[in-house]
Each structure stands twice: as structure tokens, then as C-alpha cells.
């Protein structure tokens, strides 16, 4: 059994890459994982404050909000599944904001399997052009392995990709973790 953690960039409750990271967490818990799906819309987590207090006070970050939490997890998980939506050529504000409150602990990331789920309103070339963010972060990982990657170009409105085969790659990806 493995420790998955899937964080959500999504904010729509019922958009493409949220579905798809549903599908993936489905599969991985047929499989016998534990599994944490964490929407990062629904927690309240504030932007990184660059004040350093965190690297001052033993990796505890000065705001108390559900951040803490959030990194207990992700220091406990041996797969980790990014998922976003594409917005003007980049993940999400969500995701972004959860990739810079990860600097209390950036040099204990770990070491994951990584996954990552992705979306665009517009073609595969956005998505491919949109990953710098992610891939930056997972970089900075102790060790990692990109184990699979499900883009969903050319899904504009929301829920249009549960008319694709997407959904069922999501739910193999969780299901093989």
C-alpha cells in the first residue's frame, strides 16, 4: 500500500482536471492506497509572506491556516499527483500558492512518484508550454519520477472531458500506482 496525495489546483468543483483527479483517486483506492484528494479552493491557505520566519522557527510556517496540515501530508506520501487547470499559459493561482508555502520544508520534499493531471481550453501546445511551475517544483524534490502524465487539451467547459477516454487513463494511472 502506498500514501498518495493528490492536490487539486482546480477551482471549479466540477471542472476537467478536478473529474480526472476523482477518476485517479478511484483507481488508486481500488487498488488498496491510502489516498488524500485535497481541493486547494475549498482550504485556507495564504500567500507565502517571503518573511523567512518558517527557516527561523525549525520548518513551522508563521501563518496558521490549513497549509500545516497540507505539508504533514505531502512529507508522509510516496506518490504525489499535481493537477491543474490551465489559465493564460500557467497553473492556477491555487497551485502556485501551494507550490511557494511548500519553502518551509523545501529542503525536505522527499522523494514521490509524481503524476501530474493537466487541462486546457486550448491545444496540447499550452499545456506543454504551462509546465514550467510544476516541473520547477518537482525538481526540487530529493528524488522523484514522473510516472504518468494525463493532459486534457481542448476542454473548455467544464465536465467536457468526462466524454473522453481521459477519464479512464485517470482511473488506470491511480489504479497502477
Known amino acids: 500500500m502506498k500514501n498518495v496525495l493528490i492536490i487539486s489546483g482546480s ?7 478536478q ?7 478511484s483507481g488508486a483506492k481500488e487498488a488498496g492506497n491510502q489516498v488524500h484528494l485535497i ?10 509572506y517571503a518573511c523567512d520566519g518558517c527557516m527561523r522557527n525549525g520548518g513551522t510556517c508563521v501563518q496558521k491556516d ?11 506520501t510516496d506518490v504525489l499527483v499535481l ?5 493564460f499559459y500557467g497553473i492556477t493561482a491555487q497551485m502556485k ?6 519553502y518551509p520544508i523545501w529542503q525536505h520534499l522527499g522523494k514521490k512518484e509524481v503524476y501530474y493531471i493537466v487541462s486546457a481550453g486550448l491545444g496540447q501546445d499550452i499545456v ?35 466524454e473522453t477516454k481521459l477519464m479512464d487513463e485517470a482511473y488506470t494511472m491511480g489504479k497502477n500506482v
Open 83 to 87: 493537477a491543474t487547470p490551465i489559465y
Open 39 to 48: 481541493r486547494l479552493a475549498e482550504k485556507n491557505i495564504g500567500f507565502c
Open 66 to 76: 490549513d497549509m500545516a496540515e497540507i505539508l504533514h501530508l505531502f512529507q508522509e
Open 11 to 17: 477551482p471549479r468543483k466540477n471542472g476537467n482536471s
Open 19 to 25: 473529474a480526472l483527479c476523482e477518476q485517479f483517486a
Open 97 to 102: 500558492t501551494f507550490i511557494d508555502r511548500t
Open 128 to 162: 506543454e508550454r504551462s509546465l514550467g511551475d510544476l516541473d520547477g517544483f518537482v525538481e526540487h524534490l530529493e528524488s522523484y519520477e514522473i510516472k504518468g502524465r494525463n493532459y486534457a487539451a481542448n476542454v473548455m467547459e467544464a465536465g467536457l472531458v468526462k
